[in-house]
């Protein structure tokens, strides 16, 4: 409940009394992986490992900043160790702190025990497909996720011209996972330029509305809104109330700010449904209460 009283009185000050407290944090334990995916650079970044007074740090700050959200993301951030200090001990101080929701980002490699409260698995298609793109990961991150017992498993799926044909067999694959939730769909964003995986407009659109149709037959987390606003195009970038925490710096919306290009070709689509549950849409807001509704009680990246 305290999760939904939160939400409430957030799109309502918003709304409201236009204020713009900063509402999700991506806190990059480090840029350190064990996977080189072939459109992730991120390794490529200084290795900005946070120690874990440091980490607790920049928790508090957010924390104190009105944030209650928070998505630890790397690189991977099951390889984040300090000293003793594991990624369980971050998400645990998170939780004793007060934040509302705990989410990890992970290539799934690892096992999946964690007590935060959402788990996001980024898998771009199918074994062989995905082996393409990420290296020869798929079985492992199968056993991982069958051996599982998280509550709140998602897939992250990134459609890109190399897995765009792959959709429909993807989702009915994900369908007989009992241990997957659902699927957050988004588009490759050129990043590092426009590559043989970016996606043009009108093929995305064309995309977005299979997925529109097919929402019901498969377990599709973008809610009806959020994929009509990607249709449109029509989100609101940057989006200022998300902040990403990486070594001592703090960036707003992601860590490839201003950029105009950039953002207007942005597949982060999570950013567009964020925007429709502020506008008060009802299936956005329906998607985000199912959402929140399947942790123990629980709430999101990116
Ligand atoms: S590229 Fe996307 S996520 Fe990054 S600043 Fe632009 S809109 Fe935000």
Same mark, same amino acid.
């Given at each position: 409940m305290k999760h939904l009283l939160f939400g409430l009185k957030y799109v309502l000050s918003y709304r409201l009394l236009n204020e713009r407290r900063?509402?999700?944090?991506?806190?990059?334990?480090?840029?350190?992986?064990?996977?080189?995916c072939l459109h992730c650079r991120i390794t490529e970044r200084p290795e900005e490992s946070l120690s874990f007074e440091m980490l607790r740090k920049m928790l508090d700050s957010f924390y104190n900043k009105g944030g209650r959200t928070i998505y630890f993301e790397g690189g991977e951030p099951f390889l984040w160790q300090d000293r003793e200090y594991k990624l369980e001990d971050a998400v645990?101080?998170?939780?004793?702190?007060?934040?509302?929701?705990?989410v990890v980002y992970?290539?799934?490699?690892?096992?999946?025990?964690?007590?935060?409260?959402?788990?996001?698995?980024?898998?771009?298609?199918?074994?062989?497909?995905?082996?393409?793109?990420?290296g020869n990961v798929f079985e492992r991150i199968m056993q991982n996720i069958n051996e599982s017992d998280h509550p709140s498993l998602y897939?992250?799926?990134?459609?890109? $011209?190399?897995? !765009? *044909?792959?959709?429909?067999? +993807?989702?009915? #694959?994900? $369908?007989?996972? !009992? *241990?997957?939730?659902?699927? +957050?769909?988004? #588009?490759?964003?050129?990043?590092?330029?426009?590559?043989?995986? +970016?996606i043009n407009k009108n093929e995305k659109k064309e995309i977005l509305t299979t997925l529109l149709e097919n929402k019901g037959k498969y377990k599709i987390l973008n809610s009806g809104a959020g994929l009509k606003s990607a249709i449109r195009n029509d989100w609101k970038r940057p989006l200022n109330i998300c902040e990403i925490y990486e070594g001592s710096k703090t960036y707003k919306c992601c860590r490839f700010p201003g950029n105009k290009d950039l953002c207007n070709d942005c597949g982060y689509l999570s950013y567009a449904e964020i925007e429709q549950v502020l506008k008060m849409k009802p299936s956005a807001i329906r998607n985000a209460i199912k959402y929140f509704g399947s942790w123990k009680f629980n709430y999101h990246s990116g």
């Open positions: 900063p509402l999700i944090c991506g806190l990059v334990v480090h840029n350190r992986c064990n996977l080189k645990k101080y998170a939780k004793k702190k007060g934040f509302l929701a705990t992970t290539n799934g490699t690892f096992p999946l025990e964690t007590s935060a409260d959402t788990v996001f698995i980024s898998l771009d298609g199918l074994k062989k497909t995905n082996d393409l793109l990420r897939i992250n799926f990134t459609i890109n $011209n190399i897995n !765009k *044909n792959e959709i429909p067999d +993807f989702c009915d #694959f994900i $369908n007989d996972i !009992k *241990n997957i939730k659902g699927i +957050f769909f988004y #588009f490759h964003t050129p990043y590092y330029g426009y590559d043989e995986l +970016f």
